[in-house]
């Protein structure tokens, strides 16, 4: 199995809606192709972790890439893995305010409407496992 964890920016602010149908469909069709993962939001900057058969990830992530809905998509993680660090959730979800994601030291200039060149790229599936761990993701 493969993950890869990216961080890319929104083309425009998302409305609640447009957020919540995108997280639907992306829950059905990951669901299908036993792809699992976590998709975190905050002031137009998306961060996403998809895991699961090499194959599925790979073509569903070139697919991601190639979506206009956002730009500047940046590779931040991938690794080939023996287990899935979010197995009970086709996609996971949390919107972070800009407080809650300053609150969080490894987003630190990351989660900024355009990233700054030197920002800590070492963001890892655990760190948003512990965002969506504490309570207030949905699966
Ligand atoms: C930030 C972001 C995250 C996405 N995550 C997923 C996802 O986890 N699963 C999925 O099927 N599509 C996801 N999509 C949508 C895909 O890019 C694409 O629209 C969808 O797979 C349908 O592709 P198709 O119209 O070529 O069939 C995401 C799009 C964006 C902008």
């Known amino acids: 199995m493969l993950s890869i964890t990216y961080l890319s920016a929104a083309s425009a602010a998302l409305t609640p809606q447009e957020l919540a149908h995108l997280v639907e469909q992306s829950r059905c069709r990951n669901a299908a192709k036993d792809i699992t993962g976590v998709l975190v939001y905050s002031a137009g900057t998306f961060v996403q972790t998809l895991e699961g058969p090499t194959a599925a990830v790979t073509e569903l992530y070139d697919d991601i890439v190639g979506d206009v809905r956002h730009t500047e998509v940046i590779e931040v993680w991938r690794e080939t893995i023996m287990r899935r660090t979010f197995s009970t959730w086709s996609m996971a979800f ?36 512990r965002l969506v761990d504490d309570g207030a993701g949905s699966h």
């Open 94 to 129: 949390r919107e972070l305010t800009e407080a809650e994601a300053a609150a969080v030291p490894e987003l630190n200039g990351v989660l900024a409407p355009s990233p700054p060149a030197d920002a800590d790229l070492s963001l890892s599936p655990a760190v948003l496992l």
